[in-house]
């Protein structure tokens, strides 16, 4: 058996346990790494992110009486009961049920005709490391709500329903990369994702046949989109565009940031954050257009240099993630970056396969040395997006 069919099996006989009832069904959601085009999605940007193997299961079953329960197999607690007619942003306070709360909530809010349900979840997206837990959590809950209904909305409306349920519910200005991710990557490609509009590219991303790896370090360092930081460098991003007459950073094309630059010097922090999303957005590009031409080796220096772009410019890097960078860059890898929010988290490596296990050891060796928690690394092959499973 499969490691998903074996999932599906246990979550439903977890469900089975907590609710004693079948389910209707069982949907996945995975978790995310971000190849380049980091803290560009609240900018209108670009991003390419591509989803993991590790993903969040919700079996859930619908019922008659607006009565939401939710149950997580993660989490302490028992069941969660809410009535979705006393749902109100925001959550202030409930823990990780605000996410699929907030998703019913956001679907109602927008006039879709959700009713009750009960939801039990499993996870192996790890929490905190960067890799888009909550989107798993809201997606698989977005997509098992839409079709516990019927509803078949396209998914990149589950996507956008996702968000406004962490933004206006859980209350964390997050952009929309995580939850397109969720709903929509392909197995075998990393995502392309203009985030102003939602029009997307699967660009093919098979680093095996190329004699490639991409490792995921999990450096174990827990961050919190919610604590300020994120909030902090998104109103500096927004103060830019609006020193520069522009919608969006987006907006400010690569071949003018030296003038853009000249106009922000009074403001030396929003200058700084300028630059990482104008040449960040430059880089995503330059990234696609190595990749389309079969070249994958290429797009190691512009990792690396997305990595001092985040560390220097965009301040969000922290010892461990400059640890993990520099230690692969120095054993061997083409090129090495945090991924995701920053301030902990995760960080990416891409390395020929036949010097991955050196580069991990070295990994493992430099986390020990400086006294750090040994990391969590493992290999990111592009999964697929949401979808249902069968029971
Ligand atoms: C987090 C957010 F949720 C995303 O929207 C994105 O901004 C990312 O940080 C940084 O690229 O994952």
Known sequence: MTDTAHGAQHTAAAFRAVYGAEPTGIW???????????????????VMPLALPHTTLAAAAPRTDGVLRLHSAGADGGVVELR?????PPSAGAGWAAYPAGVAWAMRAAGLPVGGA?????????????????????????LALDDLHGLGLPREELARLAQRAENAFVGVPCGIMDQTAAACCTAGHALFLDTRDLTRRHVPFDLAAEGLCLLVVDTRVR????????????????RGARALGVRALRD???????????????????????????????????????????????????????????????????????????TARAAGALGARMTGGGFGGSALVLVEEDAAPAVTEALYGAFAAAGHTAPRIFPAVPGPGAHRLAV
Not at 223 to 238: K, M, P, S, V
Request: glycine content about 8%.
């Open 84 to 88: 979705l007619d006393e749902l109100r």
């Open 252 to 326: 400010v094309p690569y071949a003018h940031l030296s003038a853009a630059l000249d106009t922000l010097a009074g403001d030396p922090v929003v200058q700084a954050l300028v630059r990482h999303i104008v040449t960040e957005n430059h880089r995503v590009e330059q990234t696609v257009a190595h990749l389309d031409a079969g070249h994958p080796r290429a797009i190691g220096p512009l990792l690396t240099a997305g990595h001092a772009s985040l560390r220097d410019d965009f301040k969000i890097s922290c010892a461990e993630l400059d640890l993990a960078v520099d």
């Open 28 to 46: 996945a959601a995975p978790g995310r790494v971000n190849l380049i085009g980091e803290h560009t999605d609240y900018n209108d940007g670009f």
């Open 118 to 142: 009960d939801l039990h979840y499993t996870s192996t997206v790890p929490l905190g490391a960067g890799l888009s837990s909550s989107a798993a959590l809201e997606v698989a809950t977005a």
């Open 223 to 238: 961050h919190q989109l919610g604590d300020g930081a994120y909030a902090e460098r998104r109103a500096g991003c927004e």
